[in-house]
């Protein structure tokens, strides 16, 4: 009896460092792939900065989905919702440095309100989580198609200071992305939303008879979401200095989101996980894609590697827990 | 602890004229019911008789259709669960709603943390947790996490919960319906100390032991109408016939006599795994043993274990004397075992399948091998109803959702699955959790018809007067291996005394 107790909790201890590990073989991984293939001139600060610099949108994005995935729903909208965002950002702007203002407050009323509306659709249709941010990202592409073709409009300068701009030799992004994970972080940990983020993901039942109102902390999470996905939208407008229909898809930050949040040690059932993972998991899929470019992997087979980390890595995850049941 | 007296303390809840029908048909009709402040109020009553209604309606989950409910003489009305938490009202399910991957603090404050300036105040719920816990004598750690607990320590999280809401109605229904002997007599002790502290708590249960052991007062629902009610302490029959309107003489099949005991079956020896150590026994057709142990003495892992679900590191199992060793269910299916497991919505059911599909499910696994011996059409369903009819399985019909049925029937739909396999060996864990007592009966004869038709019978309980009463032997185990064996009949305090391995029984 004590034995299996002592295992399970040797168990859980790794779990939580999981994530850690798997960062460590990216990196070493890395360094590896550079000091075998002659190229140290990668394995510097600089490099490490510029590696992180790549996953910005990816890592804002992420941080949402963390949310709607601790709370054991999911959101496939956010492709097509950064795209709108950042369309919606360089029409509203147009070139105009009065504009940013109502722009950004035009993107992040867009994006709540579709995290508003994926909320109701899920808690109070009862639509599944993944058909109905489905059905919204169709709704949102089609819409968004519908009205823009090619870049539209364009952010003035002013505005590249979000992407291009740097504090001491730091990205402005990369310290946005941090501060964005520190108070994500400390909203799961600290408060009472996030402590019943984790409780209706954990189980949604025993939440609600135990007098949470889970439909709004469904809603909340989702509003979270899409307004990750919207300020995304406003970076990547900034970066490519105008706005396009298919940057959000063609980033694939949907899937990929979720694989990084996954990877990052989030349970897809809910109840379980949080944003350091997730932070971890946009560093590992950096890391990987820098260690393909340095050895010169061709972009399709980059893919299929991609694929095959996304399945190992879950699966690394299914084995442990299910030691622990055994 | 003295028992008080009813009419001791003063009246905290009542239900009068209460009913409440679902889709015209009445789940509760006219029903009065009052509990008092510091007594145990035995709720008893065959699944169905409308217990789960009348306690959704005290937490709030329903409203009745007529009738009034009141809290210390007032009327009041719960539109949610909160609302009755807030009145006092605090219900502990059969099924846990705790969250496995939160801390037993976490878990205790789950829906109401306390924060000082946004931030939840961690160290407020760890203390008031700790209180809690402290009151109940339960030693449990206020920061560890619940999934890592026993289905005991769970409860005696619920019950912290409780506590700290400052309950003054408590509603426990089947508190021990997961417990064994040991964790049994906490609870009870827990029980005592909650109602002296004059708690008015509500007890649903179906053991008649425990209605003694701890009510003041007793009512009895039967068909969603109060059929008795008792101020003090009946007989367990008078309650028992007031449950199912008529005397249960032959709850137990009589065992088997010496002539209907075959050859050995199952012969296991220096059996060890991850958790068994030296386990040696043989089961005999015709043969009904009974396995008792705490929970996770290795009772449920030696079943495991026989059944291919856990690698065996030493020792030799064989059956009808060949040397096997199965490495998957498959194979031991193949080889002639079965497995009733003792959760059954978990791994039993196919909840949302038909009676009919549930019951087939081994035949269609299996349809090759039984083609190959092709002594029936096993694996029609004209066979699998057949055989449903004969084990008295009651359903609207056979394409009826298997989730509607009680747990009885449900059980014995499992039971069919085997048959339809005619296996060798038929272990059951818990074989009657969760089954209503009048369906119990009908459980043990099954089991008896099966061990005379030749099979060999492990049962595994946690419930000693049924093991004692169902099976030929008992074997007892505690921490992995075989510790005593007893005959049919045996003492209670004597399997326990071996089970714990205390000098005194603790119960």
Redesign the interface.
């Known amino acids: 009896?004590t034995?299996?107790?002592a295992r399970?909790?040797a168990g859980?201890r790794f779990e939580r460092w999981a994530p850690a590990l798997l960062l460590g073989g990216a990196v070493g991984l890395y360094v590896g792939i550079a000091l075998l293939t002659g190229q140290s001139q990668y394995l510097t600060p600089d490099n490490a900065v510029a590696i992180l610099g790549r996953s910005i949108a990816l890592g804002i994005t992420a941080i949402g989905q963390t949310f709607a995935i601790l709370v054991a729903s999911i959101d496939l909208s956010v492709a097509s919702l950064i795209s709108a965002s950042a369309v919606l950002a360089s029409v509203v702007m147009n070139g105009e440095p009065r504009m940013i203002l109502p722009a950004i407050v035009a993107v992040l009323a867009l994006g709540a309100l579709v995290g508003l509306v994926n909320g109701l659709i899920i808690t109070k249709l009862e639509v599944n989580p993944l058909i109905a941010t489905l059905g919204m990202a169709l709704i949102i592409q089609g819409g968004l198609s519908a009205f823009v073709s090619n870049f539209a409009g364009a952010v003035p300068e002013a505005f590249l200071v979000f992407a291009y701009g740097a504090i001491a030799g730091v990205p402005l992004s990369l310290v946005f992305l941090l501060a964005l994970a520190a108070v994500a972080g400390f909203v799961l940990r600290?408060?009472?939303f996030?402590?019943?983020i984790?409780?209706v993901g954990?189980?949604r039942?025993?939440?609600?008879?135990?007098?949470?109102r889970t439909d709004r902390v469904v809603i909340g999470a989702h509003v979270v979401c899409s307004l990750c996905a919207a300020i995304a939208g406003l970076y990547l407008a900034s970066r490519l200095r105008s706005g396009a229909p298919w940057i959000g898809s063609d980033g694939v930050y949907d899937l990929e989101s979720i694989a990084v949040v996954v990877i990052g040690g989030t349970?897809l059932a809910g109840?379980?996980g949080g944003v350091w993972g997730t932070m971890g998991g946009v560093l590992i899929f950096s890391l990987i894609d820098a260690t393909f470019n340095l050895a010169g992997v061709d972009a399709f087979a980059k893919q299929v590697l991609r694929g095959v980390v996304i399945v190992a890595a879950v699966a690394f995850y299914a084995v442990r827990s299910r030691r622990l049941v055994? | 602890m003295t028992r008080p007296s009813p009419g001791q303390g003063a009246l905290v809840i009542e239900m009068a004229g209460v009913s409440k029908a679902f889709h015209g048909v009445m789940a509760l009709r006219d029903v009065g019911f009052a509990c008092h402040a510091g007594e145990v109020h035995a709720l008893v009553g065959e699944n169905g008789a409308g217990k789960s209604t009348l306690i959704k309606i005290l937490?709030g989950?329903y409203r009745p259709d007529r009738g009034a409910l009141r809290m210390a003489g007032r009327p009041i009305a719960f539109a949610?669960?909160?609302d009755a938490?807030n009145a006092g009202v605090s219900v502990i399910?059969q099924e846990f709603?705790?969250?496995?991957?939160?801390t037993v603090a976490?878990n205790v404050f789950?829906?109401?943390?306390p924060?000082r300036r946004?931030?939840?105040d961690a160290a407020a719920m760890r203390a008031e947790t700790a209180r809690a816990l402290d009151l109940l004598g339960a030693p449990l750690d206020p920061d560890a996490?619940v999934g890592?607990l026993a289905i005991a320590e769970r409860q005696m999280v619920e019950i912290a919960k409780a506590i700290s809401l400052d309950a003054r109605v408590l509603v426990m229904d089947e508190p021990t319906a997961a417990l064994n002997e040991h964790e049994c007599a906490i609870l009870y002790r827990t029980v005592e100390t909650l109602a002296a502290r004059g708690v008015a708590v509500v007890y649903i249960t179906h053991r008649m032991r425990e209605v003694s052991r701890l009510a003041a007062r007793v009512t009895v629902l039967k068909d969603g109408e109060v059929a008795a009610r008792f101020d003090t302490q009946p007989a367990p029959q008078t309650i028992v016939r007031a449950m199912v309107g008529r005397d249960i003489a032959d709850f137990y099949a009589p065992p088997a006599t010496p002539a209907e005991i075959g050859a050995v079956v199952l012969d296991v020896r220096g059996l060890a795994t991850a958790?068994l150590r030296d386990v040696g026994f043989e089961l005999r057709a015709g043969e009904i043993v009974g396995f008792a142990g705490l929970q996770?003495a290795g009772r449920a892992a030696l079943a495991m274990a026989l059944y291919g679900e856990?690698a065996i590191t030493a020792g030799s199992v064989s059956l009808d004397g060949a040397p096997v060793a199965f490495r998957s269910p498959r194979a031991a299916i193949s080889g002639g075992l079965g497995l009733l497991p003792g959760d059954r919505k978990a791994e039993g059911l196919a909840l949302m399948q038909s009676v009919r599909d549930n019951g087939m499910l081994g035949a269609r696994a299996f349809a090759r091998l039984l083609a190959r011996r092709s002594t029936h059409a096993h694996a029609g369903a004209t066979y699998i109803d057949a055989l449903l009819d004969r084990m008295d399985v009651r359903a609207a019909s056979y394409d009826q959702e298997i989730r509607f049925l009680s747990g009885g029937n449900q059980q014995k739909t499992i039971l069919a699955r085997w048959l339809a396999l005619d296996p060798r060996v038929l272990i059951f864990i818990e074989p009657t959790r969760g089954v209503h007592v009048n369906a119990k009966a009908g459980i043990y004869r099954l089991m008896r018809d099966l061990a005379r038709r030749g099979a060999a019978i492990m049962m595994i309980s946690s419930d000693l007067p049924e093991l004692i009463g169902a099976a030929d032997r008992i074997l007892v185990m505690r921490?992995g291996a075989i510790v005593a064996e007893f005959g049919h009949g045996a003492a209670e305090a004597a399997i326990m005394l071996a089970a714990t391995g205390e000098r005194e029984a603790a119960a």
Request: positive net charge; proline residues 4%.
């Open positions: 009896m034995a299996v107790v399970a909790r859980l600290f408060t009472r996030g402590s019943d984790y409780s954990g189980n039942d025993a939440a609600r008879l135990a007098g949470l349970l109840g379980r055994a | 937490s989950a949610h669960p909160l938490l399910h709603s705790l969250l496995p991957e939160r976490q789950l829906g109401r943390e924060t946004g931030v939840i996490r890592e958790t996770g856990a921490d």
